[in-house]
């Protein structure tokens, strides 16, 4: 029920009955609970077709607060979220891509976190926990022991999770991937493009898995060497380095920044250079057959493109990309309906808070302890 609140904003008990499939008695008992616990609150009242005005309900938005922190290719976003899913303030620390050693990630995201805590006092007693967003090959390192620092997270629960979740938790809420009217479709793929490539699998609206390593996923035997010590993986071709790169080793003089790199890649291409254009379609071509790939194997039906690198490769090469993949797919059960790109502004960092949000109400409003 208050899962259902916080999608929709508010409802009237006659609509929570209806969405939740309860009885009028058993979400009477239920809203009676939600209010004295203070998870929910009164919205007034509209009129109804000649009997009594019809009352409303919504979740009391203050009533808890989420950090969400995502480690992106150029820096550090950390955002504050409170129950409603409103973006209460959000702290940006650029990092030099040529400069992103661990130690420099590190001091970004304590500044980050030290920076939106101070701006926001008020909502320290309400703090549920903070949602922290990485790249897959991060997940398991070092970078987590900054938030066990008191006055930085470390008295709250984190919950640290692959980027590719982060954006599809930020796709679900926003009625894309995962919309409540969608939510006994076929899957749909989050595909996150950045300097890494990753998936996520939503599956009745819910982040339902996220498969290890996809971007290591072998695409050419023997291939280009990978930062991960093995030959021909996904991300050694469609990865925005490595795309990048190609082009460079063909000619092309890419310039400074990784978008404005990426943005001139295509742009070549597109001016019929004939490095770029190799560089471009091959790192497509590969990208296509992992997915269509995937569309096989989960039944899915939509693909969403996120990340700032998966925005420039939907807007400019959307429609080829779900060409070649529906072709890929090569199944008689895989029905591409859609490849779109992410359009929520700092999706990992939102995302990742709203991770938290689903443990929340996974526990029916029940908010984790506080490590002493």
Known sequence: MLR???????????????????????????????????????????????????????????????????????????????????????????????QASAVAVTAALRRALRAVRSRHPATEPSLVGLGLALPRDLLDGPLVDVLEEPGHAGELPVHAVARAAALAAAQVWHDAAGAPAASSAAPALVVSLGRDVDLAVVTLGRVAAVPGRWGHTTVVPNGRRCACGGRGCLVAYAGADALVEAWRTRGGEPPEGDRRALEALVAAADAGEAGAATALELGLDLLAIAIGTALTLTGADRVVLAGWAGEIVARTRGAVLATRAREAAASPDAHLVGLTACRVPDAGAYGAALLVLDRVLDAGGAVPARRP
Do not use: N, Q
């Open 4 to 98: 259902a609140l916080v999608a929709a904003g508010e409802l009237s008990r006659a609509e929570i009955a209806d969405v939740c499939e309860l009885s009028a008695a058993a979400v009477a008992t239920i809203v009676a609970d939600l209010l004295r616990a203070g998870l929910v609150e009164g919205r007034g009242s509209v009129p109804s077709d000649g009997g009594r005005p019809i009352g409303r309900l919504g979740v009391r938005a203050g009533a808890g607060h989420l950090l969400g922190a995502e480690v992106a290719d150029d820096g550090v976003v950390v955002e504050l979220v409170d129950l409603a899913r409103r973006r209460l303030d959000v702290e940006r620390m650029p990092v030099d891509p040529a």
